[in-house]
């Protein structure tokens, strides 16, 4: 495995026996990365290369100098489209975590890097644009916007589940029926007489999701759920496909993560939701993030509480979620004496 320290025998090969541990190893590194960020930079690399071909450079020497003109070029659009700080610190993570496995590391630290990335985020940076959080009231008219169909069922499921559990976008469409039952699969549901139990492959791992029941039909993302699953005849696989067909099969296809940010979007601009946005902004301002924030900032509960459901390493990242929860809640001005 390319940048590891492999066990070695007398003629300095890997041992015979240790070969399918090593594979094995390999096999897990190239899992580190979730799907989404193995695109993303896949996408970079790439870019990065046809650049420095253009250049008459080679994008195989991993050059501080190269890498330092190449995120300047995007940073001012220079012969690449202009593109934003953030995106720009995921290039340079890509071409690093390349370097890296090519076993030619990249110097990172190299002020051909470090000088122009602190310069580029000192012009271009701009506050983090968080996205409207999503709040009970909301969610509730976003789901009165469905259709009664099959495609209307799955997506007033995938809502209010994806609302109540807390859930990333690649957790609701990760869930499948049971435990093991699929290579894609990132958790599994199980349903109690309480409710919902999720279990959850996150980005800090393993956790555990309690969605209880609603206190009516309408607003139950367990009935929901359960309504979804008998009425498309889904008892093994994914929970929640795509539908094909004017007749609304349900297909074994596990639903794209894409499909809950262009729901939650469609659904919030067809309730009227953030009505005193130019049309344009409205649209920016929704996503899939949507509904976790809007979980963070509608639960009374203790910070605690909605940190683990929602599995933030930090009280810090939770609170970020709560858009509106902490808003005005002390006034230091009146607290001042004005």
């Known amino acids: 495995m390319s940048g590891t320290t492999e066990p070695a025998g ?13 594979e094995a190893a390999r096999a897990y590194a ?11 930079y896949a996408a970079d690399w790439r870019l990065f290369e046809r650049w420095c071909l253009r250049q008459g450079l080679d994008p195989l020497v991993p ?21 934003s700080v953030a995106t720009l610190e995921r290039r340079l993570a890509a071409l690093t975590t390349r370097y890296r496995s090519a076993g030619t590391p990249l110097a990172r630290d190299d002020r051909h890097i470090t000088d122009v990335m602190a310069g580029i985020r000192r012009s271009h940076a701009r506050p983090p644009r968080q996205k409207e959080a999503v709040l009970g009231d909301d969610l509730l008219a976003m789901v009165a916007t469905l259709e009664a169909d099959l495609r209307g069922l799955r997506d007033k499921a995938i809502l209010l ?12 469409v990760g869930l499948d029926c049971g435990p093991g039952q699929t290579t894609d699969g990132a958790g599994w549901i199980e349903i109690l007489t309480e409710g919902a139990l999720l279990t959850v492959r996150g980005k800090t791992g393993w956790r555990t999701v309690e969605v209880g029941r609603g206190s009516s039909e309408r607003s139950c993302p367990v009935a929901a759920l359960e309504m979804w699953l ?30 809950v940010v262009r729901l939650v979007k469609r659904t919030a601009l067809a309730a009227g939701l953030r009505g005193d946005l130019p049309e344009g902004e409205r649209a920016l301002a929704f996503a899939g993030h949507s509904l976790r924030a809007g ?9 605690a509480l909605v940190q683990r459901q929602l599995g933030h390493a ?24 004005l």
Request: glycine share 10%; net charge positive.
């Open 230 to 259: 008998r009425l498309g005849r889904i008892a093994h696989g994914p929970v929640f496909r795509s539908i094909a067909g004017p007749k609304g099969t349900v297909s074994a296809a596990r639903l794209s993560d894409k499909h």
């Open 63 to 83: 050059d501080p100098r190269t890498v330092g003109l190449f995120l300047a070029a995007a940073a001012d659009g220079h012969g690449l489209q202009k593109v």
């Open 10 to 22: 007398r003629t300095g090969s890997l041992l015979p026996m240790l070969q399918p541990l090593a």
């Open 161 to 172: 589940v994806g609302f109540a559990g807390g859930l990333r976008r690649s957790e609701i």
């Open 314 to 337: 930090s009280a810090e990242m939770t609170r970020r979620y709560q858009r509106r929860r902490e808003r005005f809640r002390v006034n230091l001005t009146k607290a001042s004496g």
């Open 295 to 303: 979980l963070a900032s509608s639960a009374e509960v203790e910070e």
């Open 30 to 40: 190239a899992r580190k990365d979730s799907p989404n960020t193995r695109r993303a």
